[in-house]
């Protein structure tokens, strides 16, 4: 299973972007695949998961400004109002073991991760 991660780059803050992650590979099982972020000197964050069943749950609050979807097994992570504080570098992730993870340790396969900067 391989996960490729695209969208990232750099926008001024208030605005907008959208990432995508594609799975690869094993495609038959069903995944729960989720969004993580991981700032300079900061610890992975969950920001949002998404059941094979379509099933969305969300880690903080940023449901607030961030939507998950997928189509299949690509997942999309759209953000808008976007702050300075979300740069980082955005990961995603997928597990076909794990209910509703929200742990990295929970998940088996990671995308290579795609760089957000926000500027003010």
């Known amino acids: 299973v391989q996960l490729q991660a695209s969208g990232g780059g750099l926008v001024q803050a208030g605005g907008s972007l959208s990432l995508s992650c594609a799975l690869s590979g094993r495609t038959d099982e069903g995944y729960d695949m989720g969004w993580f972020r991981q700032a300079p000197g900061k610890e992975r964050e969950f920001i949002s998961g998404?059941?094979?069943?379509?099933y969305i749950y969300y880690g903080g609050s940023e449901k607030e400004r961030f939507t998950i979807s997928r189509d299949k097994n690509t997942v999309y992570l759209q953000m808008n109002s976007l702050k300075p504080e979300d740069t980082a570098i955005y990961y995603c992730?997928?597990?076909?073991?794990?209910?509703?993870?929200?742990?990295?340790?929970?998940?088996?396969?990671w995308g290579q991760g795609t760089q957000v900067t926000v500027s003010s």
């Open positions: 992730a997928a597990s076909s073991t794990a209910i509703h993870p929200t742990h990295a340790w929970e998940f088996q396969y």
């Open positions: 998404i059941s094979f069943a379509d």
